[in-house]
């Protein structure tokens, strides 16, 4: 069964920064791409931040593009998401999808989606 | 604003049949497969729809996808209680090389 389990959210400061972590199992993590999509209260989903199966090819939404760094090891089965620079539109669950494909680009979906973990910037 | 558009709002009766709309553009619907996601309140979303009309073990048949030009659409025949919820397209953008994501339609049975 394909679990992904998202943590590192709470509550931080304006200005401030947090890691997530994405833990995967039950598929061959190293396989496939992986992306973080967020969902702010009330509001509909916005993909963030994407990476290739090797994690060679990072993919960001222009709205965290030099903010927020997508990594993952594949050796630990983890998907990770640095944000720094955190503003109060950044206010969201974060979740963690796996694609259907290795690359991003294919465009073929997300057949897996975590429970999601709440990241809340505020002062 | 989102880059897909899809109309906030359908609703019908149960039994009846309600089509959701999904509008891109030439960068991409028209070049890339749409996937659509199902998400009940206070739950993650679950994918409904992949490569346009492939459904995932598990979802009904009576949900089906279709993608034309730089248009896609989710359609439910014999709507059910169950199926009240919000709905969203997505696909990859060539231009953004960036997944998008619609606004999201509420789904809502009679």
């Known amino acids: 069964e394909v679990q992904l389990l998202e943590s590192g959210g709470g509550l931080v400061q304006p200005g401030g920064s947090l890691r997530l972590s994405c833990a995967a199992s039950?598929?061959?993590?190293?396989?496939?791409?992986m992306s973080w999509v967020r969902q702010a209260p009330g509001k509909g989903l916005e993909w963030v931040s994407g990476l290739s199966h090797s994690g060679a090819t990072p993919y960001y939404a222009d709205s965290v593009r030099g903010r927020f760094t997508v990594s993952r090891d594949n050796s630990k089965n983890t998907l990770y998401l640095q944000m720094s620079g955190l503003r109060v539109e950044d206010t969201a669950i974060y979740y963690c999808?796996?694609?259907?494909?290795?690359?991003?680009?294919?465009?073929?979906?997300?057949?897996?989606w975590g429970q999601g973990t709440l990241v809340t910037a505020s002062s | 604003q989102s880059v897909l558009t899809q109309p906030p709002s359908v609703s019908g009766t149960p039994g009846q049949g309600v089509t959701i709309s999904c509008s891109g553009s030439?960068?991409?619907?028209?070049?890339?497969?749409v996937s659509w996601y199902q998400q009940l309140p206070g739950t993650a979303p679950k994918v409904l729809m992949y490569?346009?009309?492939r459904r995932p073990s598990g979802v009904p048949d009576r949900f089906s996808g279709s993608r034309s030009g730089t248009s896609a659409s989710l359609a439910i025949t014999g709507l059910q209680p169950e199926d009240e919820a919000q709905y969203y397209c997505?696909?990859?953008?060539?231009?953004?090389?960036?997944?998008?994501f619609g606004g999201g339609t509420t789904v809502t049975v009679l």
């Open positions: 999808a796996k694609c259907l494909s290795d690359y991003d680009s294919d465009g073929y979906g997300f057949d897996h």
């Open positions: 997505a696909t990859w953008d060539d231009s953004l090389n960036a997944w998008v």
């Open positions: 039950g598929f061959n993590f190293r396989n496939f791409a």
């Open positions: 030439t960068s991409n619907i028209r070049k890339n497969p």
């Open positions: 490569r346009d009309n």
